[in-house]
């Protein structure tokens, strides 16, 4: 989640020997009171790093490969699976596919090997449920419970995380690494890199989602509109919950 | 420092009368407001100096102590009704607004009433503190406490589960402040009437009950003022 000061600062000198604090910050976008607060604190955390290889146009995973605890970064990268992929197409776009896909007199589906026609681009990553739907489609069943047990986090905070769409960068490699994909895959399902700096090839989702068969297709769906369903319930009931409590007590 | 917390307790109360009267005033839950001001005099009647005022004016007989224990019970009925459908149980609600709510609240009424009437009560005295020999003062202290305990132990269950599971922070801060506020009157009136060690904390656990109940219903209300116009939770979007 975060690298010592001191090698931040070593780093820092290496990669940009001519600027100050300041000027890294206003190319960077960071706030310089956060950047100090990460100073003082003696933690810079990885999107400070990779906000900065972005300005200074470095190679984002080979700029964390520069700090000891990520230096198996590129070598831990690879292609993300068509699992993987899958699991980063979102919700709507799924459905969009079956809509895509369902023939009529005047669009007849495509003969089988084909892949289908389609006019219209998936929604950039990551989407609404990127770490839940990654966590299931790359993990052994008891991922959760090994990636808590070997980061000595507690599971519910960890459930905390993934409910919310978000997991700490370190979590998302030990997850890659317990799981035996590519260790900069969950760094792009939690937004801290994109999928071109983890180097995932143009277009990947699109092609695992145009092979996909169509049945396949139907039943992910299914699944994901049914964990959909489950969350707008609970977002209800917290919210008749909120309106009785301020109706009675307000 | 019981008398600190007494007139600690009592600006609380007042300042929550104060603060819910422009919401009474519009209609909105008046009946908060009347709890206020009957913890205002409750809370104000338990402090000897005013007590003995009081209690002057109305023959000098304790009648104003009498008036403490029926502020109380209404107070933990008006608290009690709002909590329990604030938060949604029917189970607190029926136990409280149920026939067997409203049986206990008018044994307990009628038993607090006939002990006083057949206690021997000639001069003002705060707390009935001078008379507390007679079996009769005995019974009436006992039945004063019964009422406020059952309701605060029917509301135990329902805030508790409120402050692990409500969506917002806020009101799960707010629902944690109450049922503190209910499990200390339980244990105030345990302490009370049982053999338990914890008779030197009855004061702290009365007056911070009232503290802790003005705090969760301050929280409650912020949650209120700040609540989002519709709906009150953003929606997931469909993405």
Redesign the interface.
Known sequence: MSVPAKAFQQWLHRCAPGLSSAEVCRIAGIKRSTLAQQMVRGKVSISTIVSIARALGLDVVGALAGFEKYQDLPDGAAQPTAAELISQVSDMDLLREILSRQGSTENPPPPAGSTFPRDWALAPLPHRTSVRCWIDAVGPVDLRQRIAKEAAIAPQNLSSQISANRLAPDLAIVAARIAGVGLTNGLVVTGTITSVEAGWMPGSRTAALQAMPSAALVTLAAGRLENLGRTLRRFDADNEQAAALWENLG | MSTVLQWMALAVSLACAGWRLPAAVKG??TS?FWMFVLLTVAVGLSIPAIYLTVDGWLGGVNVANLLIRFSLYAIFFILAS??A????SRRSQWLIRGPVGLAALGLVAAATLVFFVISDLPVSNTGLAGYSEQWSVQGYAVAGRLYPAYAAAVLVGPTAA?AR????AI?RASAALLCLAFIMVVLATLAQISTLPLKPFIDVMSYGSIVCVAAG?AL??A??RG?PHA???K?????
């Open positions: 909105r839950n908060l709002k909590m459908a604030a938060h949604r409120a599971t409500a969506a917002r009101n219903l409650v209300w949650s209120f609540r709906p009150p939770v929606r997931p979007a469909a993405q």
